[in-house]
Every structure is written in structure tokens, then in C-alpha cells.
């Protein structure tokens, strides 16, 4: 179903709407808080959440709805950038429609509610993508893609939102699970092992390479196994998953066709007073210093790109690479609980990725 | 000898002189043309090369004059930096009242003459930080001095400036000396080895840690030996030295109390099409995320301050740590033919720096 203009799908009041709380304050909340909010997961705590989420949600959400709708270039304009920003109305208009919860059978109805919303968005990261992929096809192909700087800028905001509304949600559904797992409230392991969630999303990467090249270079990890801090693993695995499938890649492809051992990938766990800070090095034959800049903007990628109009958008999301997306939203994952990534190369030789994830815990969520 | 007020040593006519000079254009050069122009060593050109310094040099010296007179915080009063100033509208005038250069003669003359400048300012450094130890004994101890951001911005310019002014006449200078090394081009050694140079200054900086703490950790050297490429041995020298020295020292300090062995320092030589690069690698504990920045200001240091005001400037360089300069100075050094220096840390692991030289020789001095 094509898309249609703003005004035939929704009513004038929804937009006026709309605008009004995209330009109401949002609040954050600190990865601390919800470790404490979530401990005690009472009925009257619960409500409170909700409450909270029902006003919350909606201020972020109108903020990235008016964005959709002033992007340059005409991107605004493109079938599926108008497809995202439907979603976003119309989740938005759930949440304002929901009436006021007062009782615990309403707090459950909400619960449901955004558990939904959280599923219609389940596709907005490639639905963006193939409406960037939309807007590049009309583009002059002289101008370098890359440099479209308003976009990225864009882009960088609307997903941290994007990851900022999914937590929110996501920890306040989890609460409602029976029978958590042993020491997490909600999606926080508050005892996460990083050498653990490293080596998983390491063997993962590596079953990933084996499928796609039929071999794969080794890693090793180092690091306490035992040493835990609160952390959200989900996060984590993506981020780690990201790095090592990069280094096995870049490995891979250097000595496909060489006699010598491809050189292990190493995975250094360090834990310090501030972070926790993980490094994947690799020697893949490295990145030129002019090239750096690029892999970190969105869209650009050195493999085939695998987007396009006839893609299956629910299928795996296994692929070793080609998006163009691993390494910037990777690190708007650890920039949201006050981490970063940071990615040092050297050209002929290999390439280091520095994963700091805080563990102070008190770092608001960033909210652009 | 007291430093006297600018009107008591300099003439009126000198000071508008200084005035016009330092808003003039001035003319950068790039690495390659120093080797390219400096291959042919012949009178004619040596001329040529002397009747440009004769107006290039005053160009640049008159700015940084201008600058020490304007310094925020009352900084261009303290004795040290009247002193500098001095030392620079001392050499503006050597070379404004030195006559046309027409013959070889002359260009003989002026060559002693730019080298006696150079040794005029062989201890401005020090004297510099002298300076702002008297401002910082002044000011409020609550003012955070790594913050103010000004006197950085000044003295990165300041020195990077220096820099350039000291390879142009010692190139020149050295473009006279009858039985050059072989493959040199003045302080340009066009078959540089990069680990040759790196394994000196290891070697250097091993020698001052055993010096100063009785032991040191041993460190070892990847690379191709035989690999050359045109550049600075002076420079790259003083830049690994720095690295290796603070590497050396905080592996030392981390493990001389206990029984372990102290891991070595690993520095790997990397050649690439752009660059080479020039990694140093400790686990020496590393550096918290938060105090990172302040690794590259002026006067920060964890060791004690070896300057004061009885100290002997002309001293051996070869301290472990306390000026608070070899980091930021090394940088400047990097970037003065188009390289880099990053530092990046895992907090309770240790510390990566990575030396980015360029291969390109293109990039022109940076003119600040």
C-alpha cells in the first residue's frame, strides 16, 4: 500500500498535536535508575512507569515524526522515509488515544499496547535504509554521498532516540516477566560477565564468516571471566558481534589466498574504575587514514550492497557486511549508557576497535 | 639581566616595522620540495634559498613576536616570556638589517647569521614553560590550569611555528656542510628506517628509565628492517623517544613493587600507501577516559615539575617525565609534515599511541 499524503491519512488535530508535544521537554533516566526503579517491580511501581512512559513516550516520538517530515533533499518525500514516519503517527496516536492508567488492569492494557508499538517499529533501520538507497538513485552521482552531512547528523539522532523509546519500553515489558532470569531486572544483567557476552558474540561472528567464506580466521580473548558490572548484554553482543565481524572479514579476505595462517583476532577485556574497555584488534592490512572518516557515516560500505527494493526486510540479519550500518549504530549503542567506540587504524598492517562502556551507571540517556 | 619594557631596548621604527611584517603573507613549503630543491645544493641555489629565507624568516618571526606581546591572564609581563620576546625582535632585526644577498659571499654571511638565531632561541621551550609557572604561581590555585584553553591554542601555534622556523634555516644551513651523510638532504635522510630509528630511540629512552628507577622493561620491535622512506630521523626520533619513555615509566612504576614480570613494550612498524605507521603498546595500567584530554595540554603532568626558577636550562633533556610538553610537542612534530598522534587507553590494562607518519611528502607546513 502506497503511502499517502499527511493530511488524507491523518486527521488535522492529530498533526497539531503532533507538533505541541514535539516541542515538550523529554526526560531522561540514568541506566542507575532503572537498575533501582526495576528492583522492586511492585504493582504501584509499575503504575508509576506506566504513567511515566504514557507522557514520555509520546514527547519522543512527535520529536522524530516533525523531523521526518523537514529532512533535505526530498528525502522527506521517498516512499518508505513516509511509510517510517506513518508508523510514527500512528504509534503516537495510540499512545495519546490510551486513556489515563489508574488501575493495574489498565497498567497491563498499556503494557500490551507498547509492546506492540515497539513491534511495528521492528523494521525502521532498513525501511531508512532503502529510502536513502531511494534518494541516492535520483542523486547526482557526483556528489559524494558521504558528505551529506545533514543527513548523517539526522540519521545519528533519530536512531539514539530510536534505541532510547525501545528501552524504555523493552525494560518496562520485561518487568512483567514472572520469572526473570537470576540477577537482571529487566534487559540489565546487573552481574554481566563481558569476557562471556565477548566470547558469545565472537563465536556467532565466526559461524556468520564460515557460511559466508567457508573458513574464518580464529580469536582469542583476554580478560577476568568472573569480573561482572551491570550492563545491558543484548547491547553488548551487538556491539562485539559488529567489530569481530569486521576483523574477520578484513583477515579473511588478506589471506584467503595465501599459504599463511591467517593471525588470530584478539579481544582484550580490561575493567577499570570509570569503564570497562574491550578491544577488538585485528591485522586485516588496516584502513588508510583518509578512509577513516567514511566508516563511520551511514550507507557506506566497502561490500556489495545487499538493500534493495525486492529485499525481504524481515529475513536474517546475518549478513557480513554491506548495510552500512554496523559500525555507526554500534556506536550510538555505547555512546547511550556514556561509553563510546573509537576505531584506530594502521594502513598496511591492521585495525584496533575500542569499545568504553562506563560503569559509573549515573550517565543520563543522551537525548537528541 | 632584568627583561625591560619593549620601548627601552627596541626602537619606535623597529616596533612599526615588527608591525607591517607580521600581518604579510607567508609561504609554506612541503617536504618534498625541501628534498627536491635541496638535491642540488649549487651556489645559484643556495642564493636562492637564502633570499627567501631573508624574507620568509622575518615573516614568521614578527608574527610570534606579535603574538608574546598580546598574551590573555597577564602572561606576556611574566620575566621568562619578556625574555622570548626579546630573543625574537632581537632576530627580527639580525635579519631586517642584514643587506641584500647578492653574491656567495653575502649568502656565506647570512648563513652564519640565521645560525647564530637559532642558537639564540635553543632554549625557548624551557624558558616558555618557565613563563607560565610564574603566571601559575600567580593565579587562582581554584582556576583549573589545564583548562585555559587560549594559552594552549597559543603555545600549539606558538611552537608549531617554531618548528617550521628551525627546519627551514637548519636545512638551509645544513645544505653547506661539504661531506653530507649518505642519502641526505640536508636533516631529510631520503632512506629513512623507520625501525632503525624507533629501535635508537628505545633504546634511548631504556637507558634514561635505568637511569632514573634502577630498572626498566625490556620492549621489542615488529617491522621491516629494511624498509625506507623519506623523512626527519631528529623528528621521528624524538617523537618514539617520548612514547617509549612514557610507556617505559608507567609499566615501571605499575610493576616495580611486585613480583611479576613486567611486560614489554611492543611498538610495530606498519607501512602503508599513504602512511607509516608507528604503533607503541603498554600495559602499563592505562589512563582513565576522563583525564585522557588533559594528557595533551601544556604543563600537565603526573610527575613531579623539575622547573623551577634556579633550574639550568641548558641542562641534559633526558628526564623521565615532569615538563608536561613531550606529549604535545610530539604531536605538533607529527603534524608538521601531515602525520598525527592519537593516544587512546583501556583503564586498568594500559595505553596504545599511534604514530601516523605521511608517506605523501605533499602536505605544505601548516602556517599558523
Redesign the interface.
Known amino acids: 500500500m502506497a503511502a499517502k499524503k499527511l493530511s488524507e491519512t491523518f486527521s488535522k488535530s492529530l498533526i497539531e498535536e503532533v507538533g505541541r508535544w514535539g516541542c515538550m521537554k523529554q526526560t531522561g533516566v540514568s541506566l542507575r535508575y532503572m537498575m533501582e526503579f526495576g528492583s522492586k517491580p511492585t504493582d504501584k511501581n509499575l503504575l508509576i512507569s506506566a504513567q511515566f512512559l504514557h507522557k514520555e513516550l509520546p514527547i519522543r516520538i512527535a520529536r522524530r515524526a516533525i523531523e521526518l517530515e523537514t529532512l533535505p533533499y526530498g528525502l522527506s518525500e521517498k516512499p518508505a522515509v513516509l511509510k517510517v514516519r506513518d508508523w510514527y503517527l500512528d504509534s503516537f496516536r495510540d499512545l495519546r488515544s490510551f486513556p489515563d492508567i489508574r488501575s493495574t488492569s489498565d497498567e497491563r492494557d498499556f503494557t500490551q499496547m507498547i509492546k506492540a508499538i515497539k513491534v511495528r517499529h521492528n523494521n525502521v533501520v532498513p525501511m531508512m535504509a532503502l529510502g536513502l538507497q531511494q534518494l541516492k538513485k535520483e542523486m547526482d552521482p557526483k556528489i559524494v554521498y558521504e558528505d551529506l552531512d545533514e543527513i548523517h547528523q539526522f540519521l545519528d539522532r533519530f536512531y539514539m532516540s530510536r534505541i532510547g523509546i525501545r528501552m524504555l519500553i523493552g525494560q518496562h515489558v520485561e518487568l512483567h516477566n514472572p520469572n526473570p532470569p537470576p540477577h537482571c531486572i529487566g534487559y540489565i544483567d546487573t552481574k554481566m560477565s563481558p569476557v562471556q557476552v565477548a566470547r558469545n558474540a565472537s563465536e556467532h561472528a565466526r559461524c556468520v564468516c564460515l557460511r559466508e567464506y567457508g573458513s574464518a580466521p580464529d580469536f582469542n580473548i583476554y580478560g577476568d571471566p568472573s569480573f561482572t558490572f551491570p550492563y545491558v548484554p543484548s547491547h553488548l553482543h551487538l556491539m562485539v558481534f559488529e567489530l569481530v565481524k569486521n576483523s574477520l572479514r578484513a583477515v579473511e579476505e588478506r589471506y584467503m589466498d595465501s599459504d599463511k595462517v591467517a593471525p588470530p583476532i584478539r579481544i582484550?577485556v580490561?575493567?577499570?574504575?570509570?569503564?570497562v574497555?574491550i578491544?577488538v584488534s585485528d591485522e586485516g592490512g588496516?584502513i588508510?587514514?583518509?578512509g577513516l572518516p567514511k566508516i563511520f557515516t551511514y550507507l557506506y560500505s566497502t561490500a556489495r550492497n545487499p538493500l534493495d527494493e525486492n529485499t525481504d526486510l524481515a529475513a536474517d540479519k546475518g549478513t557480513m557486511a554491506g548495510y552500512g550500518y554496523g559500525l555507526p549504530i554500534s556506536r550510538l549503542y555505547a555512546r547511550y549508557f556514556g561509553g563510546?567506540l573509537?576505531i584506530?587504524?594502521?594502513?598496511?598492517?591492521?585495525t584496533?576497535a575500542?569499545l568504553?562502556l562506563s560503569r559509573l551507571g549515573d550517565s543520563q540517556e543522551p537525548l537528541p
Open positions: 582484550i580490561a575493567d577499570g574504575l570509570e569503564d574497555t578491544k588496516g588508510p587514514r583518509s563510546d573509537q584506530i587504524s594502521m594502513e598496511g598492517y591492521g584496533d575500542y568504553h
